[in-house]
């Protein structure tokens, strides 16, 4: 099979994880290509008036890993970095995470190489409807359900679930999921990613018998993500002492006021402007002393060249891919001293709640918000047991565990839907 369409160094991650995965499960070499290379793969252009008047085409992409579940499911992403092999590998990690939740879904993840910062509303608006108009011949409720992801949000998934509506004459919430309340979504669905994050941080906690409000946090990336992963450890009682953005790092050993970093970045768009007076260096804060290191940014920041210097007891994975496969090796060989939440479990309770809110756009049926965060502590406890149960029983990282999990979901539905002999 020819893949070279597919590269890259995060598609190089996602790649190498898998034939780790692969060789402890002892997959038989003519499987793997069938369960680690997507199932279709699209790009599109996208032409929009700029404000100035110009034509510009961006690029975007949307990637279906399996659909042997159900639908593929994953988020919308517009950033400068965005290519074929950064979406399918998000696509392929969407998959295990799917599986490892026992969730009826394959993985997607769909972009657009932009640098949303840069566009004025009227053009993000024109963007996001050209890419869902381009993408209509590819998704469908029961075929590829979108959502956000970095650099996206509800106001996008509202343009996407209009643009396809327009097209079909009928409202179909069911399109998209992290929708506005106001258009079909779901309680919960915005905190739920970031509230996932806490509550697995908090049986981590528990886990190694550190108690919340004696513990230390440092977050990097503060977009939905990162901002109520910080607020929700804060509830919890752990003292924020680090967080940064692509704009500027903040480090305050005595605490730093996390609603009033919100109320910063709700009117400037970004941290820089915070304080002078705490500001580090964004390598610098990763390395600090912490109980919780939460990167919920951006891929490979824990790279060989610092997973030696970490010195946090949790690394709790929001960002997807934040860990290369170097630095896994080496922070398997700290085990005793770090205890990591890989992304796949750590950042789940954003797919999850997707999925109530698909269910509930499907029922016409919409639950409380205790209903949602009971429904998804429940799906994110079973996992975190099943992912330590398995670490210690085959002696191996969770991260390998928790993929080990997803990967035999997968395959498991493939064999007995006839496609491995
Ligand atoms: N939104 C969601 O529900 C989910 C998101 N994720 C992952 O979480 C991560 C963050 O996503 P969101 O919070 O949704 O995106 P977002 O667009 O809301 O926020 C991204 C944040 O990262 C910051 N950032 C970007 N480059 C950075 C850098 N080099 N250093 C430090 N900070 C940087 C931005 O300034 C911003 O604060 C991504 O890896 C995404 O794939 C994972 C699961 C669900
Ligand atoms: O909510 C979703 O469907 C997907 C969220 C996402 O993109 C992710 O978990 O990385």
């Known amino acids: 099979m020819n893949t070279a369409i597919y590269s890259g160094p ?7 994880q898998f034939a780790q995965v692969a060789d402890h499960l002892d997959i038989r ?60 590998a998000l696509a392929i990690w969407m998959s295990w995470k799917c599986a490892l939740a026992g969730l009826p879904y394959g993985g997607a993840k769909g972009g657009i190489t932009v640098d949303p910062y840069k566009l004025s509303p009227r053009e993000l608006e024109a963007l996001s409807r050209r890419h869902m108009q381009e993408m209509i011949p590819f998704v469908g409720p029961h075929t590829d359900v979108m959502a956000p992801d970095m650099g996206t949000n509800e106001q996008v998934m509202a343009w996407f679930m209009d643009t396809y509506s327009m097209y079909q004459g009928q409202t179909i919430n069911e399109i998209v999921t992290g929708k506005p309340i106001s258009a ?30 004696r513990a230390t946090a440092i977050v990097q990336g503060f977009g939905n993500v990162g901002s109520v992963t910080a607020y929700s450890l804060a509830k919890r009682g752990v003292r924020i002492i680090g967080v940064s953005d692509h704009t500027a790092a903040y480090y305050d050993p005595a605490g730093l006021d996390v609603a009033e970093l919100q109320r910063h970045v ?59 496969p170097e630095a896994d090796a ?17 950042n789940a309770g954003g797919v999850i709640v997707s999925y109530f809110e698909w269910v509930q756009d499907l029922q016409r049926l919409f639950w409380e918000e205790t209903e949602v965060f009971d429904r998804l502590y429940r799906i994110l406890e079973r996992s975190f047991q099943q992912t330590i149960a398995r670490a210690k029983h085959e002696r191996i990282s969770h991260r390998m565990a928790a993929m080990a999990i997803g990967v035999n979901v997968v395959q498991a539905a493939k064999r007995t839907r006839g496609l491995f002999p």
Request: with cysteine.
């Open 10 to 16: 995060v598609f190089e991650m996602a790649k190498q």
């Open 29 to 88: 070499e003519m499987d793997r290509d069938r369960l680690l290379y997507p199932k279709r793969a699209m790009a599109v252009s996208c032409p929009i008036h700029r404000d100035d008047g110009r034509i510009e085409v961006y690029q975007g992409y949307r990637v279906q890993h399996h659909l042997t579940l159900g639908p593929t499911k994953g988020g919308t992403r517009f950033a400068p970095s965005v290519d074929i092999g950064e979406i399918a």
């Open 184 to 213: 079909g979504g779901t309680l919960g669905r915005r905190e739920a990613t970031g509230r996932g994050v806490a509550y697995l941080v908090g049986r981590a906690l528990e886990h190694l018998g550190i108690r919340a409000d």
């Open 266 to 324: 709700g009117k400037h768009g970004q941290l820089a402007g915070v304080s002078a007076e705490s500001l580090i260096s964004a390598s610098e804060l990763l390395v600090r002393k912490c109980d919780v290191l939460v990167p919920a940014a951006i891929e490979r920041v824990i790279t060989s060249g610092n997973a030696s210097k970490v010195k946090c007891r949790i690394l709790a994975e929001g960002a997807n891919g934040p860990t290369t």
């Open 330 to 346: 080496i922070l398997y060989q700290r085990t005793d001293e770090i205890f990591v939440l890989p992304d796949i479990l750590c």
